[in-house]
C-alpha cells in the first residue's frame, strides 16, 4: 500500500474520537468528524476563542491552519494502523476569503501515502463547499513500527 | 516536565524608537483583550513582548498543558504544534503593525509552518519575527519559535498579509 491510498478502518471514527479525546488542543479547537458516503467531513465547532479580529469578527489564521492541520493528521490515523506514529512536518495555508465567527467545514485529499511521508491536502470552507476560506498543503511523516 | 525550566519573566521590554505612534498603544490594548478575554491566549502561561522594533518583534511565551498533543502520537507530553502557527501568525502579524506609518486592518494570505522540534508544557519559549518589507501593499514576514534555554528551532515560519484590508464589508480577505 505504499504508493496507494489506504481504505478507511471499519473503527475509523472511534479511532479519531479516541485521539481528539487525548489533545487538549483538538478539544480547544472543538473538532469533530462525521462519515459521509465517499468519506469524512470535519467540523471546527465555533467558539469565541477562535476569534483572530474582535472588530471584524473573522476566525484568526492560525486557529484555521491548525485545524486544517489536525483535520490531515485524523485522516491518516482513521486510515493506517494503530502504530504508526504521526509528526507533522509542514503546514502551508492559503487564505482565499474571510472567515465568518461561525463553523467551519473540512475535507480531506490525500495526495500521497508513502512508506515513510504522507502528502495531504485539506480545504476548508464555511456555508456552501463551494465557498472555500482556506486550503493546506500538509507534509505528515509517517513512523512505523520498528522504525523508531 | 522539561529539563528546561521556565526562566525568570524579568526581561525589561525593549523598544525602538523608531516605532509607528500608534503601535505601543495598539500592543496594549491587544495584551489587556488577549490576557483577560481571549481564552486561548488568556491560558498560556506567559505572553510577553521582550523587544519591538521597527519591523521586528520578540517575545516570551510559556505554554501550559492545556494546549498538548495526543500522547500516542507524541509517545510523551509535547505542546501541539498548531499552537505554534497561532502564535507565529498573530506576532507576525504585530511586525507588519511596526512596518506602518498608521494603523491599518491586515489579513493573512498565506502562511507556512515547519515544524523541526517540540516544545513541552511549561518549557520557556522565544519566538522571534520580521517583516522584511512591504511591496504593493503586501507583508513579507518571517519568524521562529525557540527552546528559549537552549536555542533549538521548534518551528520555522513564512507568511504574507495584505495590508489595508476593508474587513466585514469585503466577502473576499484582498
Known amino acids: 500500500m505504499a504508493n496507494s491510498v489506504p481504505d478507511l478502518t471499519p473503527d475509523a471514527l472511534e479511532?479519531?474520537?479516541?485521539?481528539?479525546?487525548?489533545?487538549?488542543?483538538?478539544?480547544?479547537?472543538?473538532?469533530?468528524?462525521t462519515a459521509e458516503n465517499d468519506g469524512?467531513?470535519?467540523?471546527?465547532?465555533?467558539?469565541?476563542g477562535h476569534i483572530g479580529n474582535p472588530v471584524i469578527r473573522a476566525l484568526h489564521g492560525g486557529v484555521i491552519s491548525s485545524f486544517l492541520e489536525s483535520c490531515a493528521r485524523l485522516e491518516l490515523i482513521a486510515r493506517l494502523s494503530p502504530g504508526v506514529h504521526l509528526r507533522t512536518t509542514s503546514v502551508h495555508t492559503s487564505y482565499f476569503r474571510s472567515s465568518k465567527?461561525?463553523?467551519?467545514?473540512?475535507?480531506?485529499?490525500l495526495q500521497r501515502v508513502g512508506r515513510r511521508f504522507a502528502f495531504?491536502?485539506?480545504?476548508?470552507?464555511?456555508?456552501?463547499?463551494?465557498?472555500v476560506v482556506a486550503r493546506s498543503a500538509i507534509g505528515i511523516r509517517v513512523i512505523r513500527s520498528g522504525e523508531e | 516536565m522539561s529539563d528546561t525550566p521556565a526562566q525568570p519573566d524579568d526581561q525589561k521590554l525593549e523598544i525602538g524608537d523608531d516605532l509607528p505612534d500608534f503601535i505601543l498603544p495598539m500592543m496594549e490594548a491587544s495584551r489587556q483583550f488577549i490576557q483577560n478575554e481571549h481564552n486561548l491566549f488568556a491560558r498560556l502561561k506567559t505572553f510577553r513582548p521582550?523587544?519591538?522594533?521597527?519591523?521586528q518583534a520578540d517575545f516570551s511565551i510559556t505554554v501550559p498543558a492545556d494546549f498538548s498533543a495526543a500522547p500516542a502520537d507524541s509517545g510523551g507530553q509535547v505542546i501541539h504544534g498548531g499552537i505554534f502557527t497561532i502564535l507565529l501568525d498573530t506576532i507576525l502579524?504585530?511586525?507588519?503593525?511596526?512596518?506602518?506609518?498608521?494603523?491599518?486592518?491586515?489579513?493573512?494570505?498565506?502562511?507556512?509552518?515547519?515544524?523541526?522540534?517540540?516544545?513541552?508544557?511549561?518549557?520557556?519559549?522565544?519566538?522571534?519575527?520580521?517583516?522584511?518589507?512591504?511591496?504593493?501593499?503586501?507583508?513579507?514576514?518571517?519568524?521562529?519559535?525557540?527552546?528559549?534555554g537552549t536555542g533549538d528551532v521548534i518551528a520555522l515560519a513564512e507568511g504574507?498579509?495584505?495590508?489595508?484590508?476593508?474587513?466585514?464589508?469585503?466577502?473576499?480577505?484582498?
Open chain 1, 120 to 131: 495531504v491536502e485539506a480545504t476548508g470552507w464555511q456555508g456552501e463547499e463551494d465557498n
Open chain 2, 50 to 55: 521582550t523587544r519591538i522594533m521597527r519591523g
Open chain 2, 160 to 174: 504574507t498579509f495584505m495590508v489595508g484590508t476593508k474587513g466585514r464589508s469585503s466577502a473576499s480577505r484582498l
Open chain 1, 101 to 109: 465567527a461561525q463553523d467551519m467545514l473540512a475535507r480531506i485529499s
Open chain 2, 93 to 148: 502579524a504585530y511586525t507588519v503593525w511596526t512596518r506602518l506609518d498608521r494603523f491599518m486592518p491586515i489579513a493573512t494570505i498565506n502562511l507556512k509552518t515547519d515544524y523541526l522540534g517540540h516544545a513541552e508544557p511549561e518549557q520557556a519559549i522565544k519566538v522571534m519575527a520580521q517583516c522584511e518589507g512591504i511591496a504593493d501593499d503586501v507583508a513579507f514576514c518571517s519568524g521562529k519559535a525557540v527552546c528559549a
Open chain 1, 15 to 33: 479511532r479519531i474520537e479516541k485521539d481528539i479525546a487525548g489533545s487538549g488542543m483538538s478539544r480547544w479547537l472543538n473538532i469533530s468528524a
Open chain 1, 40 to 48: 469524512l467531513s470535519y467540523r471546527l465547532g465555533f467558539a469565541e
